[in-house]
């Protein structure tokens, strides 16, 4: 079936460390979508990557997608307390429905 | 403008019984779907409709059914619960529905379903 794969499932980081979490999928990607949850709330969109080998900064996180549209990462710089959370991935297989990856928990040691 | 809505936020059941969610989308978005989120599984999609017509369907048992009405506002109904029902129950609303990239997902705050 079309699942997609994320890794870390946990992530435990010093503040002021770098962070990334990666999705990967076994058949090509329409495209992508990343989200974040804090611990109690609701997913919330960050972004959505389209095109082959896209990279897209929001501040301290960057976010690509891979040349062969089936795998993605987020990768967020000099980690602050406020990025404690779920992040999600969540792919499109061309079929109109998001299939979530697992989510990798953030966790900030201060 | 409001934001997606759920009721009830929470919720407790026993087995064998039923139980049904509501969920009100953004003012204009005609597309809503429905997620269930253990912490074991993460996100599992459910199903989402668009116009009132069920477009897409995940794979979950007959027990969960849906359904939207003409003001976009969709419910989900639950019948013959079992303790393993028990989760975080999130709807989420889209503007883009054109068979273009699936556009973003706005999610209400969830309803938290406890079966006992």
């Known amino acids: 079936g079309q699942q997609v794969m994320q890794i870390p499932q946990y992530q435990h980081v010093q503040e002021g460390e770098d962070f990334t979490t990666y999705c990967n999928s076994s058949t090509t990607l329409s495209n992508i979508q990343w989200y974040k949850q804090r611990p109690g709330g609701h997913p919330v969109f960050l972004i959505q990557l389209v095109k082959s080998g896209e990279v897209k900064k929001q501040k301290r996180l960057t976010f690509q997608f891979g040349e062969a549209k089936k795998n993605s990462s987020l990768h967020i710089t000099a980690t602050q307390t406020t990025d404690v959370g779920t992040y999600f991935c969540a792919g499109d297989f061309g079929n109109e429905k998001l299939t979530f990856g697992t989510g990798t928990r953030l966790t900030i040691i201060p | 403008k409001a934001g997606v809505t759920q009721t009830p936020r929470y919720l407790i059941k026993t087995r064998g019984q039923q139980v049904t969610l509501s969920c009100s989308p953004i003012?204009?978005?005609?597309?809503v779907s429905w997620y269930q989120q253990t912490p074991g599984q993460g996100l599992q999609f459910l199903f989402e409709y668009f116009s009132e017509t069920q477009r897409n369907k995940g794979n979950f048992p007959g027990r969960f059914s849906g359904r939207q009405f003409s003001n976009s506002r969709s419910e989900m109904n639950v019948s013959t619960l079992e303790l393993g029902d028990s989760a975080l129950y999130l709807c989420?609303?889209?503007?883009?529905?054109?068979?273009?990239?699936?556009?973003?997902?706005?999610f209400g705050e969830g309803s938290r379903l406890t079966v006992l």
């Open positions: 003012s204009g978005h005609r597309s």
């Open positions: 989420a609303s889209s503007l883009l529905r054109s068979g273009g990239p699936t556009g973003e997902l706005f």
